[in-house]
Every structure is written in C-alpha cells, then in structure tokens.
C-alpha cells in the first residue's frame, strides 16, 4: 500500500506527513488494519525497540473541580458517583507511589483536580516530590495540576519534577464545545511555560468526544507543533452523570488507526495509551503495543484499570518488555535536546502541519455495543483503605 510506505519512511526519517496523509490513515478499512498496525509499528521499533514504559497514577486531590470540562468524572455539576477528598498528605502520597513502583512503573503521576495550584499547592506537590524521590531517587515525577501562574513551573523543576502533564485534549476550534471556563489558549500557555522551565512537556488528547477526524489530526499536529515529549492518547470514558455519558463513538478498530496516526505524526516521541483502553481497545489491547512504547499500570484518577499482573502479562505474551529504570525512554537526539532544555530553559521547535483534505467522520457505535458495563468507578488505592491496583 504506497500510503503506509510513504508514512513508513517519513516515520524513519523523522519527517511530518500531510494532512492529507494523516486524514488517510483514520479513514483506512478493517481489511487494511493490520497492515496499519505493521506500519506504525515498524516506526515504533526504530526508536523505541520492543520497550514499554509503565506509568503509575497518584490523583492526589479527587473531584470538587471547578472547571466544567465535559468529559471529566470530577467537573463542576459531575453527578458520577466518584472517590471525593483533599490533598493526600507526603507520606500518604508517597505510600501510593510505592505500590506502582513495586509494579514495575517507572514514572509517578502527581494528579490534583482544579483549574490550577496555588501557592501553598505548589509547596504540598514539592513535599511528595521529596518524600518520593526520597524513597527511590531514580524514580520520574510528572505533576499534573492544571493551568500554571508564573515561576510555578519552575518551582516544580526546582522540586524535583521531570515533566508536568497538560493536555490540549481537541482542536482549538471545537475546544469550546466541551469547556466553558478556561480555554485553548490557556492550555497551550501552561504547556510553554512547562517546556519554558526546562520540564519534560507531556501533552495528550482526548478521542471519541463526538470529533471529526479533522479535529483529530488539527491536535495531533499542534501536538508535534508543541514539541511534546511525551504524548498521551486517552480514549473517553462514558462516566454516567456527565454530559459525555452516551458518546460511545469508539471501536477497537478505530482506537487502532488513531494510534497509528500519532504515531506517524510523532514517530520518535512516548505515545502513551491513557485513559480507556480497556474499555475501548478490550481484548485488542496487545496489538496497541505494537504501535505505542507506554501505558499506565493498573487505575486511573477515578475509574479502574485492568489488574497490574494482567498488565504485565500482556506486555510479555505480546513480546515487549518493560523499560528498566536505568533506560533512557527517548531516543538518543531527543534526549539531547531535553537536556539542553533543562540547561537553558528552551524547548526544540516542532514542524508545522501542511495542508490536506478530510475524511468522513466515524459512525458512532449501535446501541447494543455500548460497554457502560466496563467502567468501573475507582474504589481502591488512594483516598481510600483498600490496596491499590498495581
């Protein structure tokens, strides 16, 4: 297929697709998928080789959010039925961490719930930075707090923090479709202050909100735009008692091709499968492996995930291996340049998008394949008495 040949060796060269190319690659057929998958994966193989980074959640603060992101279990006017307290202490925090490093996680999550930190935030994220990295000092910290003031950013690098998590989630003209209170803009702002600091800039979406695939592909170059290091594609979980609760527009089939588009837009960058992959990708989850290099090991802020043992089975039946802590996750140039960042607080400039025409959007699935069966609310692991999931 001279498609998948072209993408392919862009993909080796480190070279943008078009639009055109990219939009082709979401509009591909289930007889085509395979040899989509094998594309993408060969892409994958060329910098990232057979590893897969484990990431471990710590949502340090649940619900009450004043944002009204509709796709959030924890937004303003929420009615899910999710975990809901206040800050976990250090040492709390630091409990949690553990059990995802037991498991084999290499990077800790720090998540708290609101439109951005505070102050005095800011000084209770540096103290579980130090009560974690205390404990295991090779360990990666990602905080993900929402929209950051000035020197907030910085404070974090001077904690301890290797990269902080802010997601663009859609394009910038739909963004105001799901949120209300804060906008694009804003998002991308907090993820230049991050890179601007010399933080590690993990920036993501957010598929099957009801987006066209232009929308998909308009993020996912501003993504490459950005400069991400790490870019993590969440897949919408339908809480009930959220505006989104009946957008179940996602398959298997489609959670694959837009992995591959990532992947092809951002060939020597983390793509990360996020949120929902149990729920949307289900028994199809392996042959996500071999387009994405990273997944969370065990829950997510308010749902759960597949158990942490099934996990790693998964990764070893499909033939990957975990990536150690003593391994650099980025290739050897992009590596270099994040450490000049970090020395000199720039980030590399990305390549910009070229032009290109649309395909059709996906038909939403019938109702007999809606799976609300598969999210579980999260009741165990932090914020609560019981065991994690790791």
């Given at each position: 297929?001279?498609?998948?040949?072209?993408?392919?060796?862009?993909?080796?060269?480190?070279?943008?697709?078009?639009?055109?190319?990219?939009?082709?690659?979401?509009?591909?057929?289930?007889?085509?998928?395979?040899?989509?998958?094998?594309?993408?994966?060969?892409?994958?193989?060329?910098?990232?080789?057979?590893?897969?980074?484990?990431?471990?959640?710590?949502?340090?603060?649940?619900?009450?959010?004043?944002?009204?992101?509709?796709?959030?279990?924890?937004?303003?006017?929420?009615?899910?039925?999710?975990?809901?307290?206040?800050?976990?202490?250090?040492?709390?925090?630091a409990e949690a961490a553990a059990a995802g490093l037991a498991g084999g996680a290499k990077r800790v999550?720090?998540?708290?719930?609101?439109?951005g930190p505070t102050d005095r935030d800011i000084d209770r994220v540096a103290d579980t930075i130090a009560a974690i990295k205390g404990a295991n000092e090779q360990v990666e910290v990602c905080a993900c707090l929402?929209?950051?003031?000035?020197?907030?950013?910085?404070?974090?690098?001077a904690a301890g923090a290797d990269a902080y998590n802010h997601n663009l989630n859609t394009s910038e003209s739909t963004y105001g479709d799901i949120t209300?209170?804060?906008?694009?803009?804003?998002?991308?702002?907090?993820?230049?202050?991050?890179?601007?600091?010399?933080?590690?800039?993990?920036?993501?979406?957010?598929?099957?909100?009801?987006?066209?695939?232009?929308d998909l592909v308009d993020v996912v170059f501003a993504l490459r735009e950005l400069d991400s290091d790490s870019v993590p594609v969440n897949f919408l979980i339908p809480f009930e008692g959220t505006p989104l609760a009946k957008e179940w527009n996602l398959t298997?089939?489609?959670?694959?091709?837009?992995?591959?588009m990532v992947r092809f837009v951002c060939p020597d960058v983390e793509v990360r499968i996020a949120g929902g992959r149990e729920v949307h990708l289900r028994s199809m989850q392996p042959l996500g492996l071999h387009i994405a290099n990273s997944i969370f090991l065990g829950d997510y802020l308010t749902s759960e995930g597949q158990a942490g043992q099934a996990d790693l089975e998964m990764i070893a039946d499909a033939g990957f291996e975990v990536e150690g802590?003593?391994?650099?996750?980025?290739?050897?140039?992009?590596?270099?340049?994040?450490?000049?960042?970090?020395?000199?607080?720039?980030?590399?400039?990305g390549c910009g998008p070229c032009g290109g025409a649309a395909a059709p959007e996906a038909e939403p699935v019938a109702a007999d394949e809606v799976r609300s069966d598969l999210v579980k609310v999260r009741r165990r692991g932090a914020g609560t008495e019981l065991a994690p999931n790791a």
């Open positions: 297929m001279d498609l998948l040949d072209t993408l392919t060796a862009k993909g080796l060269r480190r070279e943008l697709p078009t639009r055109e190319e990219a939009l082709a690659v979401l509009a591909t057929t289930d007889d085509e998928l395979l040899d989509v998958v094998a594309a993408a994966g060969r892409v994958r193989r060329q910098w990232f080789g057979r590893r897969v980074k484990l990431n471990y959640l710590v949502n340090l603060k649940s619900g009450l959010c004043p944002e009204d992101c509709s796709y959030c279990s924890q937004r303003l006017g929420s009615k899910a039925e999710i975990l809901k307290y206040t800050w976990l202490k250090p040492e709390q925090a999550c720090l998540v708290a719930s609101g439109r929402g929209l950051l003031s000035d020197n907030q950013a910085e404070r974090l690098k209300s209170t804060h906008t694009y803009a804003d998002r991308v702002d907090t993820v230049n202050k991050a890179h601007g600091a010399g933080l590690s800039a993990c920036s993501g979406l957010i598929a099957g909100m009801g987006e066209s695939d232009e298997p089939q489609r959670c694959l091709r837009i992995l591959a802590a003593g391994q650099v996750t980025l290739p050897q140039h992009r590596s270099e340049v994040s450490a000049a960042a970090d020395s000199c607080g720039t980030g590399g400039g």
